[in-house]
């Protein structure tokens, strides 16, 4: 459908559609730029106020995973205001309103439509240094691949909307999959700036292979990815073996089949890395040298992060190893 567009061409636009990637880029002058983006989505849990946390947390997402940090957002909002009461959108604007606080931007305002399925989410206007930018085509050869967050949102939130999460057995499963989507990315933006980090894409929508996949393609690397070092939330793999795992999942595993090679990789497994993320980690790539003080530092604020793979001379090519 892009394709039919015309391109835009603006030497002040740094980073625009063509790739993909989190964010748009406007350069002022040369020592700022503005990043710019807009995200939104449908109930992932039952809480408004966890809900606007959590759409919140995920919008401002690709304005860290470009480098950059969130200066001011207006709400997007498409409620049904004859089913849902405008109270409980209420707590769903004071749970953004918190992750706005903790974050350090302002929401000015914002736009509401009428609509049967409710969404949510901001319109968000950051700033960064022209030459100190995370992007998805900036990965280089040789580096190792750090992930800041562990898999499993989709899978959790498919067995909530099945109600297999009812029990208090899951409660922990269900708190921890909110703790890691309401966790913001800036500190791990900032810990992969400071390591010389100049290719990063947070994990989303595409899930772990879609989002690589891309920033492979872009940056012109192939990637290894070692299955067994992938954080996933625990509970998860039981989960998705049983049959919990969304449509989107399986979507984005197919749509990244001809860079893939699975190997000796397991289905479940497989599935798990295109498992489609809500407010997932940053994915980022560092020099060997750095990245012990890169996991410490993560480890140190609260990150499940792990070194996952790693990237080599090529053209987009990914391998699982078992």
């Known amino acids: 459908m892009l394709r039919d567009l015309n391109p835009v061409a603006d030497e002040r636009l740094m980073v625009d559609a063509t790739t993909g990637d989190d964010a748009a880029i406007w350069r002022m002058d040369d020592e700022r730029a503005l990043v710019l983006t807009a995200d939104f989505i449908t109930p992932i849990v039952d809480d408004a106020t966890q809900w606007g946390r959590i759409a919140a947390a995920n919008a401002v997402s690709d304005v860290y995973a470009m480098g950059g940090r969130p200066l001011v957002a207006l709400n997007l909002v498409g409620w049904n205001r004859d089913e849902l009461p405008l109270k409980l959108l209420a707590e769903v604007l004071a749970g953004a309103g918190e992750i706005a606080a903790e974050a350090g931007f302002v929401i000015a305002g914002g736009h509401t439509v009428d609509d049967p399925e409710p969404k949510f989410g901001l319109a968000v206007v950051g700033e960064a240094h022209p030459d100190r930018l995370l992007t998805n085509a900036g990965f280089l050869p040789g580096q190792d691949l750090i992930l800041t967050k562990p898999l499993g949102i989709g899978v959790v939130a498919t067995a909530m909307k099945r109600g297999a999460l009812a029990g208090p057995e899951f409660a922990a499963l269900s708190e921890s999959a909110v703790e890691s989507m309401t966790k913001l990315n800036d500190v791990a933006a900032k810990v992969a700036l400071e390591a010389g980090a100049t290719g990063a894409t947070d994990i989303t929508g595409f899930g772990l292979l879609g989002h690589m996949a ?103 090519q990914i391998n699982l190893v078992e």
């Open 214 to 316: 891309r920033a492979a393609r872009e940056s012109r690397v192939d990637v290894s990815i070692h299955i067994p070092n992938v954080p996933v939330l625990a509970g998860v793999a039981e989960l998705a073996r049983a049959g919990f795992v969304p449509g989107g999942s399986s979507r984005n595993l197919e749509s990244v089949r001809s860079q893939l090679n699975v190997g000796s990789a397991d289905e479940t497994g497989v599935l798990l890395l295109a498992d489609a993320q809500t407010s997932g980690g940053l994915l980022f790539g560092v020099a060997a040298d750095k990245t012990n003080e890169c996991l410490d530092q993560l480890t140190d604020s609260g990150h499940q992060a792990a070194v996952i793979g790693r990237t080599d001379e090529g053209a987009g």
